[in-house]
């Protein structure tokens, strides 16, 4: 068998938890992302939840699992179901790296067109996943994301989003 190699990374224990980012925000959103999400985010070039990245690049690697073991016996389509879930979170981030926009941003505009999933191995979503993510485009307010998953050194899925991602303008202009 062959297979795409996993991409470098530090280990996800180093890293900064988004449930412990979100812990500290003390507003709705912060009490509802730290209570209410299933999936530990850890973001190897750093969170753009709250401030553009620093490197404006279209691309990131993401380390993520469950925040609570799955129970015993818990069927490959649910562990799928949970990693297209928790996927949709961070998928369009590439397109929103690359062109200086962050969640936060009240101006901000983002929505999924389309999300194609092609599963390779069954995995652990209990387990430490490394999603590897690119975008190869993004131009007129639309963005396309290719993103790899790893577990255990293996290539467990691939993954595609397009979507919308943009600033709405501060003012409108009309005839």
Do not use: C
């Not at 690049?57 to 993520?64: A, D, N």
């Not at 969640?103 to 983002?110: F, G, K, L, M, T």
């Not at 943009?166 to 409108?172: D, K, L």
């Amino acid at each position: 068998t062959f297979g795409t190699p996993m991409p470098e990374a530090p280990d996800p224990e180093s890293l900064p938890s988004s449930v412990d980012f979100f812990s500290r925000i003390d507003n709705q959103w912060g009490h509802l992302m730290s209570t209410t999400n299933v999936i530990d985010i850890r973001h190897v070039e750093g969170n753009i939840y709250v401030a553009p990245a620093e490197v404006q690049q279209p691309y990131q690697r993401i380390w993520m699992r469950t925040r609570t073991p799955m129970p015993e016996g818990s069927s490959r389509l649910l562990q799928r179901a949970i990693l297209g879930y928790a996927a949709d979170q961070f998928m369009l981030e590439p397109v929103m790296r690359a062109t200086g926009i962050h969640w936060a941003n009240p101006e901000a505009s983002v929505a999924t067109l389309d999300h194609a999933i092609w599963w390779h191995r069954n995995f652990d979503i209990s387990d430490w996943i490394l999603a590897e993510l690119e975008s190869p485009s993004a131009q007129n307010g639309r963005g396309l994301v290719i993103a790899k998953f790893f577990q255990h050194g293996k290539h467990i899925a691939t993954m595609s989003q397009e979507g919308m991602v943009r600033v709405r303008s501060a003012t409108t202009h009309s005839d």
